[in-house]
């Protein structure tokens, strides 16, 4: 893929986290708030809210039904042998073979998977850490087979949201829903727990159509081994794994990672991204096209469902 030099040099004057145009090093502080609502808005409790705001994630055990997690599996088994999907643009390919890595959209494609990330559970805790109504910013599903599962290196999503997509702030959430058993010899997602009050500036410039090849690999928009070694010696890692039905809501700014499966014990998980209605994206930040819908929402801000 040929690398094209960004539109821009450097940064807007709107632009609050610049990254990727500089050749320096740099760790700045978040300048957003972590928890936008309160106790009292939502499920969480104050304590609940407290470690959130320092550790940048909560993590459930049970939070969803038993059956409502077999039916998600069952959909991602579906979806998986379906040959055809593997073809589409929304389907990310593992490196070197023909096994799926993800599938972006599925809220869109999935009657399933749409009504386990609209859960109104998870859209009430999303609402009350945000402080307003959400919407869906991204979704997909993740496989990682048994022995063949590739790592995904560390990042901060919202460094890639907010150059790439041009989300404006940090108020945004991720939410991870384990569909088989994360342990921790399977590649679970890892954290840096408290890594989310701090904006890592990424070094190089953004490729054009830079998601054809980072969705596989990501190469562009990772932290500098340097900045990385200071957030691990700073705040140590953390892997909150769990048996299917478990929950984890992650902070967008929280580096993260996950390691390669090579157990033969499978790793799906279902990822949904909620997004503040008050915190639509502009005009990336990099000065490039912005990446396709189907990875970044831009034209559906309609609020979830809530009861």
Not at 10 to 33: G, N
């Amino acid at each position: 893929m040929r690398a094209a030099s960004p539109t821009l040099t450097r940064p807007r004057a709107d632009d609050r986290y610049p990254s990727r145009f500089s050749h320096e090093v740099l760790i700045s502080r978040r300048l957003d708030p972590v928890v936008w609502g309160q106790a009292g808005d939502g499920p969480l409790t104050a304590h609940q809210l407290h470690h959130y705001e320092d550790h940048g994630f909560l993590h459930f055990d049970d939070l969803l039904a038993p059956d409502e997690v077999q039916a998600g599996l069952d959909e991602l088994q579906r979806l998986r042998a379906d040959d055809r999907l593997k073809d589409r643009d929304e389907a990310v390919i593992e490196p070197g073979s023909r096994e799926l890595r993800s599938v972006f959209a599925v809220h869109r494609s999935s009657a399933v998977l749409q009504g386990l990330a609209q859960h109104p559970k998870l859209v009430a805790i999303a609402r009350q850490l945000l402080g307003s109504e959400v919407y869906i910013h991204q979704s997909r599903v993740n496989y990682k087979g048994g022995f063949r599962g590739q790592p995904f290196y560390w990042h901060s999503d919202f460094e890639t949201w907010h150059v790439e997509d041009g989300l404006p702030a940090m108020r945004t959430v991720s939410c991870s829903i384990a569909l088989t058993a994360n342990t921790p010899h399977n590649g679970p997602l890892m954290l840096i727990p408290g890594s989310h009050q701090r904006f890592v500036r990424c070094l190089g410039a953004t490729p054009e159509d830079h998601y054809k090849a980072s969705l596989k690999q990501q190469d562009i928009g990772v932290p500098d081994e340097v900045s990385l070694t200071q957030l691990v010696q700073d705040f140590d890692i953390t892997a909150p794994t769990g048996m299917a039905g478990s929950v984890t809501f992650f902070e967008c700014n929280a580096m993260h990672g996950s390691s390669a499966n090579i157990t033969p014990l499978p790793r799906s998980n279902l990822f949904v991204v909620f997004n503040s209605v008050h915190n639509t994206p502009a005009a990336p930040f990099c000065g490039l096209p912005p990446r396709p819908n189907f990875i970044a929402e831009r034209e559906d801000f309609s609020p979830l469902p809530h009861d």
